[in-house]
């Protein structure tokens, strides 16, 4: 996520809503900050991202992120829900 990013709001309302309907585990990256170099430089024009992984899943490596279940951009609730049933199959 960026700070003044009009689609990282939408991203963080649409989260919200999933949220209030299936609670889960929540990180936010501030790509801009020095420690998150390392996504800032595969997703800079790319954000909002968001990955989708079980609650019992290692942290995120940037490097493995080619693996990642993600959504970009813009979605919906039910974006959101269809991955995390895809997850919770797997």
Excluded: N
């Excluded at 939408?10 to 999933?18: E, N």
């Excluded at 991202?49 to 079980?54: D, F």
């Excluded at 693996?67 to 951009?73: F, R, S, T, W």
């Amino acid at each position: 996520m960026r700070e003044g990013c009009g689609l990282c709001v939408q991203a963080r309302s649409v989260l919200s809503d999933v949220w209030d309907r299936r609670p889960f585990e929540y990180k936010e990256v501030d790509i801009v900050k020095p420690e998150s170099k390392a996504w800032r430089d595969l997703y800079d024009f790319d954000v909002p991202v968001i990955h989708i992984s079980k609650a019992q899943a290692p942290e995120e490596d940037p490097k493995l992120s080619s693996k990642a279940v993600k959504l970009m951009h813009r979605f919906t609730v039910e974006q959101v829900e269809t991955k995390m049933d895809q997850v919770e199959k797997s």
